[in-house]
């Protein structure tokens, strides 16, 4: 069993200098031993990093409520639907929808197919657990699994990733003040330590010829092909219904800050950010910030309207007005929850939520 450190070596050693976007692919996605991989308690107080998820049952329960009145709008819950999670961990998140829906709007329930997308056997391993109370779920390796074993090419209901676009491999590329030209960051062994290595002939560009003036030598950004890609076959799935992202990102304008010099490439461990994204890969988690305007844009180029593009706080606090505005409403308010979902300080400011729709 090959840990990422490993493979990571014998790769370099083999083809020369590799990408980060392959570093953090093996890194986190090696097949058993990767981060992800390993690391079913990652999540939460014990673990590296907390998420919206393992704040309580709040969050799901929250986008259970905004599903069912999403489907009920436009007549799709009066068939047969799919809700479709993609990068569901242990499967908490679904098991806080289902929930929900099961005890407060079982005619939905009644007519749910609740699909879930994970590639690696592991984790759907982990997810049939946790989800073993509930006959409709049903599992698929990616777009094209999903396709071949329904039968259908396009599918109606919600389709959403929560913290998923930012655990997509990004490439990192810097400016050269003085050739005027982008290059792009790789991976090499240096005395059998990784080591960041220059890459010629970047392919990136900004086309924005004032604002490269302006930036300071070394100045780094991430871009994620990867995630584009996947967010363009997700819009290519869905004949009618949302498109749901949640996760921390900026717009375009909003990545180019003097004060971010070194790009948003993070390394978590313990809840503290480590200070070498290289270091002791498979053991911590990477992650860099979602460029939402390019998302936006690949949704919208496959045909999808953009519906609302916020931060978590906003889209949250209006489906708990919504909530809390029917009589009697099957809803149990947990303070301490929504603050740490909505507070500038905790998760509120950081999260942005991206909705499109067919």
Request: aromatic share 12%.
């Amino acid at each position: 069993m090959k840990m990422p450190t490993t493979a990571i070596r014998e790769e370099i050693r083999q083809s020369g200098a590799i990408s980060f976007a392959r570093f953090m692919e093996l890194a986190l996605y090696c097949p058993e031993t990767g981060y992800y991989e390993t690391n079913k308690d990652n999540v939460g107080r014990a673990g590296d990093f907390i998420t919206s998820v393992s704040t309580g049952s709040l969050f799901g329960e929250l986008l259970a409520f905004q599903f069912a009145e999403w489907l009920q709008e436009s007549e799709i819950s009066n068939f047969k639907f799919q809700i479709v999670e993609a990068g569901a961990h242990d499967g908490k998140l679904a098991a806080d929808i289902l929930g929900w829906l099961q005890i407060h709007r079982p005619d939905l329930f009644s007519r749910l197919e609740y699909f879930l997308l994970e590639p690696s056997l592991r984790r759907q391993q982990w997810q049939q657990e946790t989800l073993k109370s509930f006959s409709t779920v049903r599992w698929f390796t990616d777009f094209e699994n999903l396709k071949l074993k329904t039968q259908n090419s396009k599918l109606p209901g919600v389709l959403f990733g929560n913290e998923l676009l930012d655990a997509f491999p990004v490439h990192r590329h810097g400016w050269d003040a003085k050739e005027k030209s982008w290059f792009e960051w790789g991976v090499t062994l240096a005395d059998e330590k990784f080591a960041w290595m220059r890459l010629e002939n970047s392919e990136f560009g900004i086309r924005n010829s004032e604002l490269e003036a302006v930036l300071p030598d070394g100045y780094t950004i991430e871009v994620s092909p990867a995630a584009e890609n996947w967010w363009r076959a997700a819009a290519g799935v869905l004949s009618r219904g949302k498109l749901l992202a949640i996760d921390y990102g900026f717009t375009a304008d909003e990545q180019f800050s003097p004060a971010r010099t070194n790009g948003t490439l993070r390394a978590y461990h313990r809840h503290h950010v480590a200070d070498d994204v290289l270091a002791n890969p498979g053991e911590q988690d990477l992650t860099a910030h979602v460029n939402f305007s390019a998302i936006q844009k690949a949704g919208e180029a496959a045909g999808l309207t953009t519906e609302m593009f916020c931060t978590q706080t906003k889209f949250l606090t209006e489906i708990l007005k919504k909530k809390l505005a029917i009589r009697h409403s099957p809803f149990a308010i947990h303070p301490r929850q929504f603050q740490t979902l909505t507070h500038p300080e905790h998760l509120g400011r950081a999260f942005r939520v991206l909705v499109q729709s067919r």
